[in-house]
């Protein structure tokens, strides 16, 4: 009998104690959920913080980015307008130097005007003074590009002078210029009018006389 009495309080023992063990690890699983959502909690709410913090902050970045778009786009807009300004201005000033240098020659013609209205005006004189004016404005005229296109005794050449007339002439080869009616000018490399210019020609053989008649 006290065998069977030690052998059940040995197994209501037992069962106590695997059920004290069954209901520790229930406390334990549910006071470690418990801890776990206590942890998570803080960490999302510190996340929300963060993002919205980072978000604030690429939001200025943004806005500051914009700003320097708007004022790097007016100082182009500015800086376009100088430059058509300044573009204008030196299409309409471009001549300013060239004028500048022909008024010595508008002051020599006036004089010479001035004292062609004499009548005691010696003719060579005023010769001289006309043709003084004349190789200072060639002069300047070629200091701008302007040049006289070669005609007089060279070989006819359609791309820089204009036949108005042929006249016939043994001495010289035929297509020479023998006379020049009106200068040719070049601006630089292109043309700006023609020479017109008289051409020769070579007369043709008279028939032989028949020495039978």
């Not at 307008?81 to 010595?104: D, Q, T």
């Amino acid at each position: 009998m006290d065998f069977l009495r030690s052998r059940h309080r040995g197994q209501v023992m037992s069962i106590d104690k695997k059920a004290t063990e069954n209901k520790t690890e229930g406390v334990k699983v549910e006071i470690s959920k418990e801890a776990l959502e206590a942890q998570e909690k803080p960490l999302t709410e510190k996340t929300a913080e963060e993002l919205a913090a980072l978000i604030k902050e690429k939001e200025e970045e943004a806005r500051a980015h914009y700003d320097r778009m708007l004022r790097l786009a007016a100082e182009l807009e500015n800086y376009k307008k100088r430059a058509e300004r300044e573009k204008a201005e030196h299409i309409k000033y471009a001549n300013e130097s060239f004028a500048k240098e022909l008024l010595p020659i508008l002051d020599n013609l006036e004089r010479a005007v001035e004292h062609a209205k004499n009548d005691d005006t010696d003719k060579q004189a005023l010769l001289a003074g006309v043709e003084m004016v004349l190789r200072e404005f060639m002069n300047v005229m070629e200091k701008s590009g302007l040049k006289a296109v070669d005609a007089y005794g060279q070989v006819f050449d359609p791309q820089y002078h204009e036949a108005v007339m042929v006249e016939e002439n043994d001495s010289v080869e035929d297509n020479t210029i023998l006379n020049e009616l009106q200068k040719g000018y070049l601006f630089k490399d292109r043309l700006l009018r023609p020479a017109m210019v008289v051409v020769s020609r070579r007369p043709a053989n008279p028939p032989e006389a028949d020495e039978n008649i």
